[in-house]
């Protein structure tokens, strides 16, 4: 049974009848552009073929009533006395709720069921898809209509304010937003967007390395202070407003550890430009090459990979039939991205999973994907 089914089930079991509204709302995978978003820079993602899904239907009482199939506990509140209660995946509804009512939508209760095929944890942003999700629930019963750039800021302030997980906007742009069989250039600043084509007969791999990130690690609001000491060096807002060249003439002038985050930040956005290009060109040879790089910059300046991304990285890129391989997504444990000629890509799974799980202990979960569409109601 496809999730879609399997949703409708479950909300027939719960609720007597048809749901009103099915939504899918996917996950996603960055090609290129880590660690750029909230340097205001560019990041190339694409929506998978993999999703949350929910069935609802309104409720007139002005309470959200949501069950996940994934989640031992319902979520229950009253829309206008939410609380922040720190109860897990509660929040993401709650915070999306409030932000809502914040920005002035006058919303409509509902009730419904969620299920989901996107792992929690890994870099494939769960957390997005659900926002999204909710985001489009309360769309459809409260008779607004969906735009995917305000629901995508909602959703990061949804993380930023009420979650609290720092992160950047590119996870709930790409979810909302994505094109099937195409990636989106986001230019994180202006949040315009472009759809860039894969390359012809090219297929995208996830490999998840089985190891975990937390948002709450100190790690990742490191790096974001280190990007903001070097925005302020340069006299700017955001490194996405330093060049290479500018970085290069006065580099020498920063500590070692600042300079290195800068570069990675200012490099990789030059590298998503040149990626762009590629694609524009068919040419998955070079865009191989610029994953690689990204991968490369990730682990020895920025330092946000972690032993078994490196290794799985360092695999993929290593088989015949593979054009490049990266970590995706924020680090410190979840998924690699490799792009690898579509006739091959079962063989390069199967092949870099039995020498990861010999290398590393581990036995890797490896996913062909395709670039799927963004969030709707189906
Ligand atoms: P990710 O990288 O997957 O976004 P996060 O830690 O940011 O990881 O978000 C994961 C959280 O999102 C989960 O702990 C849970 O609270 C929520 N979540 C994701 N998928 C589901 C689901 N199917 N049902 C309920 N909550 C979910
Ligand atoms: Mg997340």
Same mark, same amino acid.
């Given at each position: 049974m496809n999730l879609k089914e399997h949703v409708i089930e479950a909300f027939e079991q719960r609720f007597g009848e048809r749901p009103s509204t099915i939504i899918r709302s996917p996950g996603r995978v960055n090609l290129i552009g880590e660690h750029t978003d909230y340097n205001d820079g560019f990041v190339l993602p694409l929506a998978i073929d993999r999703a949350v899904w929910l069935a609802l239907r309104p409720r007139e009482d002005g309470r959200v009533l949501a069950y996940s199939q994934e989640q031992p506990e319902p979520t229950d509140f009253a829309l206008r006395e *939410?609380? @922040?209660?720190?109860?897990g995946w509660a929040e993401y509804v709650k915070g999306m709720a409030r932000m809502l009512l914040d920005a002035g939508y006058d919303l409509t209760g509902w009730e419904g069921v969620l299920t989901s095929d996107v792992p929690v944890g890994s870099g494939l942003s769960s957390s997005a898809a659900l926002e999204m999700a909710v985001g489009r629930a309360f769309a459809a019963v409260s008779n607004f209509p969906f735009d995917g750039i305000k629901m995508a800021r909602l959703g990061q302030q949804t993380e930023n304010e009420w979650v609290g997980a720092n992160t950047g906007i590119m996870d709930q742009m790409i979810s909302a937003n994505g094109r099937a069989g195409f990636a989106l250039l986001i230019d994180c600043r202006d949040l315009t967007m472009a759809p860039i084509p894969l390359p012809q007969e090219t297929a995208v791999l996830i490999l998840d390395t089985m190891t975990r990130h937390s948002h709450t690690d100190s790690g990742y609001n490191e790096r974001r202070e280190s990007c903001e000491r070097a925005a302020a060096f340069f006299g700017? *807002? @955001? /490194?996405? +407003?330093? *060049?290479l060249a500018q970085f290069e003439a006065r580099?020498?002038? /920063? +500590?070692d550890i600042t300079r290195r985050r800068a570069r990675h930040v200012i490099t990789e956005n030059d590298r998503v430009l040149a990626a762009v290009q590629s694609m524009q060109a068919g040419d998955a040879a070079t865009l191989g090459r610029l994953m690689n790089a990204s991968h490369a910059s990730l682990r020895d300046d920025f330092a946000v990979t972690n032993a078994q991304l490196d290794e799985i990285a360092r695999l993929a890129q290593a088989?015949?039939?593979?054009?490049g391989a990266r970590m995706t997504g924020g680090g410190f444990g979840g998924c690699a991205v490799a792009l690898v000629e579509a006739e091959m890509a079962a063989e390069i799974a199967t092949a870099v999973a039995a020498q990861y799980q010999s290398a590393a202990s581990l036995i890797p979960h490896i996913y062909i994907t395709t670039a799927s569409s963004g969030t709707a109601t189906l």
């Open positions: *939410s609380q @922040h209660t720190n109860s700017v *807002s @955001h /490194l996405r +407003d330093v *060049s580099a020498a002038e /920063l +500590d088989q015949p039939g593979c054009f």
